[in-house]
């Protein structure tokens, strides 16, 4: 820690301000008593049947055992695994394109960017109830296809089994690939441009530029890039809850979705606190396996 | 009026109420403390309300204002977005310093906090002058099976049935059905006149709506009793005589209007409105969202007659108070209902809201147009009055409902399995 390193001084100097130690104990307490605690309940909760009302019943492990043999939840792992890999994949792969087009200095580049930058401002709720209106069975895009002559392809798109999960995604990737662009394009902005002018000396392609001099060097950046994908995709629910509540027929059911629903809706506290506890092991699992990689690179 | 109605100071007491209750609450799972040793009995009777949509909640002020100039004591209103309600009021009703009243439904969703003994027992007040008026029906709705207390206070109710517009009917010459083979004669006529015979909204977030199909097709064919003891889980939903009200559903589905399931009940009222459905099985409280030159066009027939013999039962979901039995006011909450359920306070509501609910009070004057008129005399010919599918079971039923009978709509054919994910779901809650 960077306290210990620090080069020692007159032992009554180290002494912590009352201030300081008030600064750091209020916040920790704060967070003890409205995150720790309540998730420290969460796995308490987990072992047990509760429908808010009456005590909490102990079942064991009962909650994983029926887990596993629950068909909505094998379907909302699957979609979350679905959601991960397209929502993640896409994301990282169109941010880091929309950086690169975007990142050579030239007149109304500005405006490109802060369009697309925008839907990060917006609340994803706010967003989700827009591209609601436009999946309307008369919205927006079924009139633009319509109007194009291809009124064959029109859907009601978010009642469709068969359509509702992708277009969920949609307006989910629409509002990260814009924060996903900004944290490459600082990241484009930090190499070094001699790299790129002894690449070209040395005779080499736009393609191996980018495979052999941008790629690695942007290797800092995929690391924030990936734990913020994987973060934000496992915690995807505002905006699969606004537009169609995991439905219809639990078809763009997310972990998070069934979470809630069995918690908040059937009132299955029990079962609910047990999904929670696997969305945080997954969670916890993928980026700390990634962290601990990382770490190891590093050292 | 502004939506926030809140100034800055006593939103910081808000704040800082609500960070007190969480400190002393302490654990969420906590259940057992009984005394409300932290609020003194002084102070207004705090009334917890749902009522969002903006006419009611105006309504609802309005009758606080009223009140409170009475003298006597005082109420302070509380409107919380329905959605938190709903998934706080257990949270509400175990916490050891609970608000006072509460607006709710009778009945088995009532039923689930009377048997935890959190509710506050009324029994002295429906022998007062204006509830011991109230009809043998609303008497026995808010009286607990199992504590045999009254623990609820009726106000208003609403009804169900196919609403379609007047002029509409006229221009595309077809009557009122009574039977049921002459509705599906009906929407045979609809359809050659090129409109979708039949409007849902069963799609964005109002998936609920479908309920009412299953309520009244299996009313229709099973009858209340039957009807009621499947919600409580003494029947299966793989019993034959469910299958026989999805039979029935499926004469019916060709005739449905294909975007049903991706609207919300607002949007397929404009659909009605608009000719582009012909009707739609709805409560009255859709017509919060009609603009007031088309309701003088709305009317409505009852849901047809399947089998004559089974008697003919009406879905009128009943609203309103009850309290916790943790008040520390219940002199001045008793005073409150009581009032609420005077004819005086029904009428002052009713003027106040969208005007289609009707009075509990057999004194109390509704708003006398033809439709609610109507409305009235249809539930009082009724031989049995159900609630709604989540009032006659649970809340944690209807997520179960709701995802069974949207799958019906849209894959018909996949009925067997849907009915047994059905039971296997809805047997999760029963035994949670």
Redesign the interface.
């Known amino acids: 820690m960077a306290v210990l390193t620090m080069p020692r001084r007159r032992p009554g100097a180290t002494r912590v301000p009352p201030l300081v130690l008030a600064f750091v104990l209020v916040p920790l307490l704060v967070e003890a ?2 995150v720790f605690w ?1 998730a420290l ?1 969460g796995f ?2 987990a072992f047990t ?8 019943r102990s079942v064991g492990f009962g909650n994983f055992t ?1 887990m596993v043999h629950d ?1 909505v939840f094998r379907t909302a792992l699957g979609n979350t695994v679905l959601w991960l890999l397209l929502f993640g994949g896409l994301s990282a792969a169109l941010g880091l394109g929309a950086a690169l087009l975007l990142q050579q200095e030239r007149r109304g580049i500005g405006f490109y960017r802060a369009a697309l930058f925008l839907p990060v401002v917006f609340s994803l709720v706010a967003t989700a109830l827009v591209w ?1 209106g436009m999946y ?2 008369d919205g927006l895009i079924n009139q633009v296809l319509r109007a194009v002559g291809l009124g064959g392809w029109q859907h ?6 068969s359509t509702a999960f992708y277009a969920v995604i949609v307006p989910a990737l629409w509002r990260e690939i814009g924060y996903v662009m900004v944290l490459y394009l600082a990241g484009l902005k930090g190499i070094d441009p001699q790299l790129y002018e002894a690449a070209r000396v040395d005779g080499a392609s736009r393609w191996q530029q980018f495979r052999h001099v941008t790629l690695p060097q942007l290797s800092s950046v995929n690391a924030v890039v990936l734990s913020v994908i994987v973060i934000d995709s496992l915690r995807s629910f505002d905006v699969v809850w606004a537009l169609t ?1 995991g ?4 078809s763009s059911e997310l972990l998070s979705t069934y979470m809630y ?1 069995t918690a ?5 506290l029990g079962y609910g606190s047990a999904l929670a506890v696997v969305i945080f092991v997954l969670a916890f699992g993928v980026i700390a396996t990634y962290l601990v990689r990382a770490f190891k690179e590093a050292s | 009026m502004t939506p926030f109605t809140t100034d800055r100071r006593n939103f910081l007491a808000g704040v800082g109420a609500v960070g007190a209750g ?2 002393l609450s302490g ?3 906590q ?2 403390s009984n005394s409300p040793t932290s609020q003194s009995s002084s102070g207004p009777v705090t009334l917890q309300s749902n009522l969002s949509s903006p006419q009611a909640k105006t309504a609802l002020e309005t009758l606080i204002a009223a009140y409170n100039k009475k003298g006597g004591s005082r109420a302070q209103l509380n409107t919380v977005a329905s959605e938190t309600f709903r ?1 706080q009021l ?2 509400y ?2 916490s050891a310093n609970p608000p006072d009243a509460y607006t709710w439904y009778p009945g088995s969703v009532a039923e ?2 009377a048997k ?1 003994g ?1 509710l506050l027992d009324l029994s002295d007040l429906w022998q007062g002058p204006d509830l011991s008026r109230y009809s043998a029906a609303m008497r026995d709705l808010c009286t607990s099976p199992s504590t045999g207390k009254k623990d609820f206070v009726p106000t208003d109710y609403y009804w169900w049935g196919f609403f379609y517009r007047k002029s509409n009917f006229a221009k595309w010459g077809v009557q009122e059905p009574t039977t049921w083979n002459e509705f599906l004669a009906l929407c045979q006529t609809l359809k050659t006149k090129n409109v979708a015979p039949i409007g849902i909204g069963a ?3 109002t ?1 609920w709506v479908a309920s009412a199909w299953f309520d009244y097709l299996n009313i229709r064919v099973n009858g209340a009793t039957y009807h009621r003891e499947l919600l409580a889980g003494k029947h299966s939903f793989n019993d034959p005589q469910v299958h026989k009200v999805f039979d029935y559903w499926g004469q019916a589905l060709p005739f449905f209007d ?2 049903g ?3 919300a009940f607002q ?1 397929a009222t404009t659909s009605l409105l608009e000719g582009r459905t012909a009707m739609m099985l709805i409560g009255t409280f859709f017509a919060d969202a009609a603009p007031k030159d088309a309701l003088g066009d709305l009317d409505f027939f009852r849901f047809p007659v399947i089998d004559p013999k089974v008697p003919m039962a009406e879905e009128a979901p009943a609203d309103g108070f009850f309290a916790s039995s943790r008040t520390a006011h219940a002199a001045g909450v008793k005073d409150l209902l009581a009032y609420f359920a005077t004819a005086e306070a029904q009428e002052l509501y009713i003027k106040n809201s969208s005007g289609t609910v009707l009075p509990t009070h057999p004194d109390a004057k509704d708003n006398g147009t033809p439709l609610v008129v109507k409305g009235r005399k249809l539930i009082a010919s009724a031989a049995q009055v159900t609630q709604f599918f989540n009032r006659d079971s649970s ?2 039923l ?3 409902a ?3 009978l ?2 019906f709509l ?2 018909p054919k996949e009925v067997n399995s849907i009915l047994t ?1 059905w039971q296997r779901d809805a047997q ?2 029963w035994s ?1």
Do not use: E, M
């Open positions: 008593a409205w309540p309940q308490y909760l049947s509760w429908d808010g009302l009456a005590a909490p029926t068909p609601q309307q069975p009601a798109w978010l009642a469709d089994q509540r439905g219809p027929y639990h629903s908040f809706q059937s009132l299955r | 969480a400190l654990c969420v799972t259940t057992s998934t257990p949270t009703l175990t689930a906090y935890q959190l799609g964005s977030g998936a294909p975007n399931t991706a609207l949007d809340d944690a209807q997520p179960t709701d995802t069974a949207v799958h849209s894959k994910t999760q809650i949670k």
